[in-house]
């Protein structure tokens, strides 16, 4: 079921609290029942045969957790990781694994089940949790609705259960009518920016993408990929404030993915800004450890402190998004970006002006993005090498009759084949591109709601604009993860 | 001198360091927010110089929950650091 369909927001949702804030008002603590039924059949909605799947996650993950906490030995944790890691090897990587590995030549066209990547990795980082006791194991009915709380369930945000678990013993006595109210507001501004702001940009990157071997010029090239990356950031966003907005109304908290990525003054920076939730587990449960045991086992120096670990995790965090080698390459880009930047400031190289900052940033995320939204490798290197290839900067043929550009090459190009088409192009892109540096981050515990007119008229707009653009229920892109 | 305090010193002398800075002040309430240089690559650079200061072992995902230094002093605290 998608957040932006209607039978999410005028049935499923609307009767979930209902029955939520009956139980809340009643003498019974039944309010993670309620929300795990829900949450349950929100997940199978669409596809229920994987519902026996994601059950048998929590189930075997739940009798992990008691186990490693009692006996406290490693091997439990190991095995427990080892479970989860073979799930999703199975579910989303065999094909993958067997074309890389075994020198299989399979269609690599696996139907994966839903969420498979956000439920895997919370359960692997709970069970390390558990091991650190940094947390005791859950009631079974605590832990489905840990794992299966709707908001989250299919594309994050990755929540801890340290963050989470406290909030739902005070779910029953807490009032929330100021954080009802701010969850309306930020459900709501998640709602516009994906099926106003994403779903609208979808014809102008598909345009593009469509004609990649089809004389897609350097400019064109630039200017599909700059756009993928507003649609992409206002699809994933969108959903995250929407995930956030949704715990609100329920009372709880859940944690930030974003926090206006596209002001990083560096690759550094950018990445304490773009799923964060990701970039925290992955920062804590393998670059970390993994930096720290071969500093430890092997030199204190930059290779095993940070390129090696910088390498498999970014690698790794790549394939998390899907089992392609363009996912593969997608990490590796960043993860090289991120060794220079690391370099570059640890060898106290002069600071660069933020314009700089910002645009080698911007290029290497751009690159990246290539991988992440073309069909294959080839499709990728053939746009990048539009992409990196001035010699087939045109302008666009019209321009002639205004300005005499000598020494310009023009020629007829697709995406601005007339004057309008290529002004309407501009003011989409200025418009989304001002809206993603200016939206405040609404989500941040930091945002603080005034009941005032002003705020009461933009949520009006909105919940308008958002109403007038569900009909097209355009797919979360995160949800193929 | 506290053993807290101690601790607290020679943490401000590793963090100057590392981060190539002598104006570094740590007290309790410094968070990771104050220095902006402090990256995942500097946690790490951090945990391995307060090893081999403290001759202990640490584990980054305890460092990671810390709020502020304050903590980190307590948890070192506790482990019985010699100083």
Sequence with gaps: ?481 | MSQKKQILIKLQNIFRIIFDDDSIKLNSNTTAEDIEEWDSLNQIRIILACEKEFLVKLNPREINDFVNIGEMVEHLFSKNVKV
């Design chain 1, 1 to 481: 079921m998608l957040f932006n369909s209607e039978i999410f927001l005028y049935f499923f949702l609307p009767l979930c609290l209902v029955l939520f804030y009956i139980i809340k008002g009643s003498r019974y603590r039944l309010e993670t029942l309620i929300l795990s039924f829900f949450s349950l059949l929100f997940y199978a909605w669409d596809e229920p045969k994987w519902l026996i799947l994601l059950l048998i996650s929590i189930v075997s993950n739940y009798f992990f957790a008691h186990k490693i906490y009692k006996d406290n030995r490693r091997y439990i944790l190991t095995i427990g990781i080892i479970f989860n890691i073979s799930l999703i090897a199975w579910f989303k990587y065999r094909y993958f694994i067997a074309n890389t590995f075994l020198g299989s030549n399979i269609e690599n066209n696996l139907f994966i089940p839903l969420a498979i990547s956000f439920f895997t990795f919370q359960q692997i980082a709970f069970l390390v949790d558990i091991y650190d006791k940094s947390i005791k194991p859950l009631k079974f009915l605590d832990h489905l609705f840990f794992v299966s709380f709707f908001p989250q369930l299919i594309a994050g945000p990755i929540v801890l259960a340290k963050d989470i678990v406290p909030q739902i013993n005070k779910m029953k006595d807490k009032q929330i009518i100021n954080s009802f109210i701010l969850g309306v507001f930020v459900f709501f501004v998640g709602l516009f920016k994906k099926v106003f702001l994403a779903d609208n940009l979808v014809p102008y990157v598909n345009i593009g993408f469509n004609n990649i071997y089809n004389a897609l010029t350097f400019i064109e090239a630039w200017s599909t990929i700059s756009m993928f990356a507003l649609q992409l950031y206002f699809d994933f966003s969108g959903y995250s404030d929407m995930a956030v907005g949704l715990g609100l109304l329920f009372g709880l908290r859940l944690p930030i993915n974003f926090n206006l990525p596209y002001k990083s003054k560096s690759i550094i920076d950018f990445w304490k800004r773009w799923h964060i939730t990701l970039t925290k587990f992955f920062t804590f449960y393998l670059y970390s450890p993994l930096s720290l045991y071969m500093s430890r086992v092997f030199s204190n120096n930059l290779i095993f402190l940070l390129i090696i670990p910088f390498l498999v995790t970014f690698i790794l965090s790549g394939l998390w998004h899907g089992s392609d080698w363009k996912f593969v390459f997608f990490g590796l880009v960043n993860g090289v970006g991120l060794i220079v930047n690391h370099l570059w400031k640890f060898y106290k190289m002069p600071k660069l002006p933020y314009i700089l900052g910002w645009l080698l940033t911007m290029m290497t995320i751009l690159v990246s993005f290539v991988f992440f939204r073309a069909n294959n490798m080839e499709e990728a290197m053939h746009f990048l090498s539009i992409m990196f290839n001035p010699s087939i900067f045109f302008s666009p043929h019209w321009l002639e009759q205004y300005i005499d550009i000598k020494f310009l090459k023009s020629a007829y190009i697709p995406l601005f084949s007339s004057g309008v088409f290529t002004v309407k192009y501009l003011v989409v892109f200025l418009f989304s591109f001002t809206l993603a540096l200016k939206i405040p981050n609404v989500a941040s515990i930091n945002f603080k709601l005034k009941y005032n007119w002003y705020y009461a008229s933009l949520l009006a707009i909105l919940i308008l604009f958002s109403i007038i653009n569900l009909n097209k229920q355009v797919s979360f892109i995160y949800f193929q993860f």
